[in-house]
């Protein structure tokens, strides 16, 4: 019960109206530490209730110890617009019952009326590292981190991915030193993140919840092989219009992908949107909207709506292109099969990304389901790569070949071992080289001159 860690009564309210009853364990495990105060390196998946984790201390100190007159006294950086925003919706959930207010910097939002919050001095706010820095460089001042109490990065090791680190630091700079840190990511072993670490945090407590490439047990993992670009796209229209699912993401590399499979998948009357990262904003916000709402059932996107998104419903999640890295899949796949629900997450693999999918299930040490569409004109060709190791009749001709050939070497060595006799024929040296006459012979005869040595 969160009861046991004395927040205040106002909390404890509003997480009854939410009926969040029972902590997940990385609240277990870091809610204590946090509330006392401590800086904290978190390691925990996507899904694991991490953001209640940080908000619920925030929320818990600054009700608790009210502050007139002062600047931001909590700050929340984390790498995308889309989980910035679901990052305020669960801050309004959890200080319904209080007078907290937090404020919204991202890319693709108006820059005046950012700049006319900032001004203001919210004691919350929830941030994209790139457009704070913005605001940074053109105005000085503001934002005013000088009195913040509490900072927080929310997928640390995304933001790494992202590049950027250098305005992470930056941020983190102009803030109070004697802050409280708190710094979660789904990986400890991200390129670049100690560097983080250690200029962000003091003493930090480290609080590993669960290994990120723990075996997914509420999600089922296929793959299907597939022929071409053109097979992959029917056996993906396929999988949508029979599978049985509520909400399912489509998984593509690219942007182009995403765009060209949206209109493929209309046009085949299914309920699809897209998403990726080149689209305006007010576009990406109406797309999530009838994502939730169920205005569409299908998104179509790419590695942008892999982290951070928590949408109730989801239970397919189809890989078009295969996932680049392991931990890339781990955060896609993420997508389904949350809060004790079952999932299913299937990548459609060809010719040139089987070796990228058994690079992740060494990776992940697991082995996917081998799955197969028997329906007429959906059956590939290509069923994986062929085996190298020779068998049978054909191994014992191999051997005997082998053996031929090393009989004949050894018989070619004995004769050059054999001692010249006058029987042997003849030899003309010329430096380091030995021919016959017989050869002589013949290369002259094709118009080739051997060099003579002059008299």
């Known amino acids: 019960m969160f009861s046991q860690f004395s927040l205040h009564d106002r909390l404890l309210k509003a997480l009854d109206e939410l009926a969040f009853k029972q902590p997940t364990d990385v609240q277990l495990q870091s809610l204590p530490l946090a509330l006392e105060g401590k800086d904290l390196f978190v390691s925990a998946e996507t899904g694991s209730g991490k953001t209640a984790a940080y908000l619920l201390p925030i929320l818990h100190r600054l009700i608790s110890t ?35 207010k937090a404020g919204v910097i991202i890319g693709g939002d108006e820059f005046k009326y950012q700049k006319s919050l900032l001004r203001k001095n919210p004691e919350v706010i929830i941030a994209t590292p790139g457009r704070l820095v913005e605001h940074m460089d053109k105005s000085v001042g503001v934002p005013d981190f000088t009195d913040l109490e509490l900072l927080v990065l929310d997928e640390a090791d995304r933001m790494l991915d992202m590049g950027f680190s250098e305005d992470v630091l930056k941020i983190a700079d102009s803030c ?79 942007r182009i992908q995403s765009n060209k499979l949206g209109g493929y998948i209309r046009y085949r009357k299914q309920r699809a949107g897209v998403l990726h990262g080149e689209m305006a904003q007010p576009e990406r916000n109406h797309v999530m909207e009838l994502f939730r709402k169920g205005g569409i059932n299908i998104l179509i996107t790419t590695d942008l709506a892999a982290r951070g998104l928590d949408i109730k419903g989801i239970d397919l999640v189809i890989n078009f292109d295969m996932a680049r890295r392991g931990d890339d899949y781990i955060h896609r796949i ?16 060809s010719t040139n990304e089987y070796n990228l999918m058994s690079s992740i299930e060494r990776y992940l040490k697991i082995r996917f389901d081998r799955r197969i569409i028997k329906e007429e004109g959906l059956q590939g060709t290509y069923k994986g790569p062929k085996k190298l190791k020779a068998s049978g009749k054909a191994a014992g001709n191999k051997k005997k070949k082998t053996g031929d050939k090393k009989a004949k070497t050894k018989a070619k060595s004995k004769e050059k071992s054999k001692p010249r006799t006058k029987d042997s024929p003849a030899t003309e040296n010329s430096g380091r080289r030995t021919r016959t006459k017989a050869a002589q012979s013949k290369d002259e005869q094709d118009g080739f001159q051997p060099l003579r040595k002059k008299r």
Request: glycine residues 4%; proline residues 3%; hydrophobic residues 40%.
């Open 66 to 100: 009210p502050a007139t007159d002062t600047g931001t006294r909590a700050l929340i950086l984390v790498p995308t617009r889309e989980l910035a925003r679901q990052v305020y919706k669960h801050f309004k959930q959890l200080a319904s019952f209080s007078s907290i």
């Open 176 to 254: 109070n030193p004697k802050r409280q840190s708190l710094l979660f990511s789904a990986t400890l072993n991200q390129r670049g993140l100690s560097a983080i670490r250690d200029r962000m945090l003091n003493k930090p407590e480290t609080v590993v919840v669960n290994d990120h490439r723990e075996k997914h047990d509420s999600i089922e993992q296929q793959i299907i092989l597939a022929d071409d670009l053109s097979h992959k796209e029917k056996l993906l229209a396929w999988l949508l219009i029979n599978q049985s699912y509520d909400k399912a993401i489509v998984f593509c590399n690219t």
């Open 334 to 349: 993420g997508r389904t099969g949350r809060a004790g629900e079952l999932g299913l997450a299937i990548s459609l693999i």
